[in-house]
Structure formats: structure tokens, C-alpha cells
């Protein structure tokens, strides 16, 4: 299947400094990824669905102005944590979709773990 | 609103012996459904999907069932085994839209016991 790079894995800060986590899709290019946040023992909630060259669509609830993302090439997204405090810890994790015959396909990076004290 | 639910958060089976996990919605413009596995601090791993003109879709050990009018999906692993045992995730998007967006359940964890 499909390969998407996730860095990094784990990222432990201080509270109000800012984090950037990538991803990559090795092997293809994706127009479209996704970025979703999952708290232990929760689903995982979509964030923000970014777009190559266009700014991120963002759902109900998500800072944008916190949640900073980017989507500069076909093959690489960006999320960055601005002034990050102890709420945002969670499990972060990125997709990229792929338009397949029978319907499409997301495949997800292996995810961050942020850690923020 | 929970748009997509798994209302059972654990199983446990005995390897060998079917697994069954199961899911619910409630969106009607729902007309694809995957299964993802997890395991933790991984990202989640696709497994199977269906599409809505489907009532079911094979793959190897994995089968799903779509009943569209009960709005309810099922995972069938047969035979289960200790390696299948990590948190199984239901998801739906509306395919039609082509927005990519999935819908995610809470999670079920499958314990398989050797």
C-alpha cells in the first residue's frame, strides 16, 4: 500500500513554545491530507483537511490561528502547534488520500505523540 | 452527535473462534465504510472497506456486512488470531461529496486469546 512518513514520533515541550510535525507521502501525491487528533481511549476527530496550494478547511471547534497548517507540495503537510500548553497533548495523526476504483483510501502516517508540560 | 458508533469498547475471543465487531450510524448520506486497526501510538492500518451498492466484501480472514436499512456494518475475523488483537476502528464518508472525510468511531478493543 501506500506509504506516508509522519516526524516526528514523539515530541515532549514546554508549555508556549511551538511545534511542527510533517507529512509525507512517499510514493504518490496527495492533493488532499488530513490531519485528525485522537485522545487516549477516543475516537479519532478530524481537525482540518489540507489542501496543495489552497488554504486548510478547518471543522467546527479547531483554532486555526493554533493549528497552523500547510500544504506547500503534492507530497508534503505540515501542522504546527502554535504556543502549545498541556491541553494539546494528544496523539496527532496525518492522512493522504487516494482515489481508488471502488471508492478511496486514506492511509495514515504512524502519528505524534505530543507531550506538552 | 456521534455520527458513527461502536458501542461494544472490548471483546475478547478465543483464538480460533470468530470475532465480531460491530458499528452503527446514523448518517444516511453515508455510502462508504472502512475498517481501520490500530495499534497504539501507531497510525491506524486500513483493513477492508464497502461500498453502499455492496452488502458484502471479502478478504481473506476479513469480511465485512453492510445492512444499509439498519444502518449497522460488521467485522467478521475468522479465525481470529492473538496477532489480530489491537483497537478496530469503524469509519464512513460520503463518497459522493469527494471531500476524503471520514467518520470515526469510538474504537473497539479485540483482545484474542491463545
Known amino acids: 500500500g501506500a506509504v506516508v512518513s509522519q516526524h516526528p514520533s514523539r515530541v515532549i515541550c514546554k508549555s508556549g513554545t511551538s511545534v511542527k510535525i510533517e507529512c509525507r507521502s512517499l510514493?504518490?501525491?496527495?492533493?488532499?491530507m488530513f490531519w485528525y487528533r485522537q485522545f487516549p481511549k477516543q475516537s479519532l476527530m478530524l481537525m482540518a483537511t489540507?489542501?496543495?496550494?489552497?488554504?486548510?478547511?478547518?471543522e467546527q471547534g479547531v483554532e486555526k490561528d493554533k493549528f497552523l497548517i500547510n500544504h506547500a507540495s503534492l507530497t508534503l503537510s505540515t501542522l504546527t502547534v502554535t504556543s502549545a500548553h498541556p491541553e494539546d497533548s494528544s496523539f496527532y495523526i496525518c492522512?493522504?488520500?487516494?482515489?481508488?476504483?471502488?471508492?478511496?483510501?486514506?492511509?495514515f502516517g504512524s502519528g505524534t505523540q505530543l507531550s506538552v508540560l | 452527535d456521534q455520527q458513527v458508533k461502536q458501542n461494544s469498547p472490548s471483546l475478547s475471543v478465543q483464538e480460533g473462534r470468530i470475532s465480531i465487531l460491530n458499528c452503527d450510524y446514523t448518517n444516511s448520506m453515508f455510502d462508504y465504510f472502512l475498517w481501520y486497526k490500530k495499534y497504539p501510538a501507531e497510525g491506524p492500518t486500513f483493513l477492508i472497506s464497502i461500498s453502499s451498492i455492496k452488502d458484502k466484501n471479502e478478504d481473506g480472514r476479513f469480511t465485512v456486512f453492510l445492512n444499509k436499512s439498519a444502518k449497522h456494518l460488521s467485522l467478521h475475523i475468522v479465525p481470529s488470531q492473538p496477532g489480530d488483537s489491537a483497537v478496530y476502528f469503524c469509519a464512513a464518508s460520503e463518497w459522493s461529496s469527494n471531500t476524503g472525510k471520514l467518520i470515526f468511531g469510538q474504537g473497539t478493543t479485540l483482545q484474542v486469546k491463545p
Open positions: 492522512s493522504a488520500r487516494i482515489a481508488a476504483a471502488e471508492g478511496e483510501k486514506l492511509f
Open positions: 489540507s489542501n496543495e496550494g489552497s488554504k486548510a478547511t478547518y
Open positions: 510514493d504518490f501525491q496527495a492533493t488532499t
